[in-house]
């Protein structure tokens, strides 16, 4: 009677030390933390850096909504949904409250809007002047207000680094991608590479790396019919993942594909 006592408490014991080890082991992992995270780029992410075995921090605007999101997340004990519209200055304080002195080492604002690119309201003639302050406020100034409410958590990370995902529609040098149309994303994404490049050169005086990446043309699940140029998102995010980790601060304020190639501004 009293071994079977001893026994039944030691492997209670056992169980609660394998628990404890496995907490410390997650919490040695290091952290990301991505925004727009229910579908598409952004999901992929949480996927790949969940298999790497990293802490994630699954943000989007709708928690409830995001069914895929949320069944991954039940599988996994690394990855955390919270609820985050980067344009929602409340959203923003619950959740910097709730993170308040846990470092995050990468920070990935990736929620972004597209519209239809040949629609009439993205179209020269015809502009919607009625979404233009969504293109804005979620694109352009969504990295800036994410990565200044998160800023202190980016410090105290190992890795300090901040991407922004761009595209070459928003790159002057990539002629905006000689695309017709989509003028409310264009403008949007080459006001967020200005923000995010003037923002780098701040970030940098704290040792934090600031960058932009380009995940190539994705066949997200939206894309109902893709073109032959495009690839997978496996690909696309297995290649930023990629130019993450070897991101330094010599990258700072560069705009760089998901292949590795830099472009200029
Ligand atoms: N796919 C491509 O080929 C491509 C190419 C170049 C650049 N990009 C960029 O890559 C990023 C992801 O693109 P994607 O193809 O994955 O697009 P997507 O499938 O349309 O996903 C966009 C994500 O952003 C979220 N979002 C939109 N507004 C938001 C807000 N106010 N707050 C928080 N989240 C918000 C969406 O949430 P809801 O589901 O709630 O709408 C969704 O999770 C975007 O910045 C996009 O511009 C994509």
């Keep these: 009677m009293v071994h079977r006592k001893i026994l039944t408490a030691l492997v209670f014991f056992v169980g609660l030390l394998a628990e404890s ?17 229910n579908r598409g780029i952004g999901l992929e992410f949480v996927r790949q850096y969940s298999a790497k075995g990293w802490t994630v921090i699954a943000t989007t605007r709708r928690p409830m909504q995001a069914k895929a999101l949320q069944q991954f997340a039940r599988a996994q004990p690394n ?20 993170y308040d002195g846990q470092p995050i080492d ?5 929620a972004g809007v597209s519209g239809d690119f040949l629609g009439s309201g993205q179209s020269f003639g015809t502009l919607d002047y009625t979404t233009v302050d969504t293109f804005m406020s979620v694109n352009a100034i969504g990295p800036l207000r994410v990565t200044e409410a998160f800023y202190e958590n980016i410090k105290l990370g190992k890795q300090k680094k901040v991407v922004a995902i761009t595209a070459l529609l928003g790159v002057h040098s990539f002629e ?3 695309f017709p149309g989509a003028y409310w994303y ?11 490049y003037n923002l ?16 190539g043309e994705v066949a997200v699940e939206k894309v109902t ?29 560069t705009i760089i594909r998901y292949s590795g190639k830099r472009y200029d501004f």
Excluded: C
Excluded at 21 to 37: H, K, N, R, Y
Excluded at 79 to 98: F, I, P, R
Excluded at 106 to 110: D, F, K, P, R, T
Excluded at 187 to 194: E, G, L, T
């Design 21 to 37: 080890q496995a907490m410390d082991a997650l919490a040695q992992q290091p952290t990301v933390m991505i925004t727009g995270s």
């Design 200 to 215: 780098s050169k701040e970030a940098s005086k704290d040792g934090i790396t600031v960058a932009m990446l380009t995940p």
């Design 186 to 196: 264009k403008v949007s994404k080459a006001a967020m590479n200005a923000a995010v």
């Design 176 to 178: 905006y991608g000689n």
């Design 225 to 253: 019919d893709p073109g032959p140029s495009f690839i997978t998102p496996e690909v696309s995010i297995r290649g930023m993942i990629g130019v993450i980790a070897g991101l330094s601060l010599d990258d700072a304020g």
């Design 106 to 110: 990468v920070l990935i604002n990736n």
């Design 79 to 98: 990855v955390t949904v919270e609820l985050l519209d980067v344009t929602d200055g409340q959203h923003l304080s619950a959740l910097v409250e709730k």
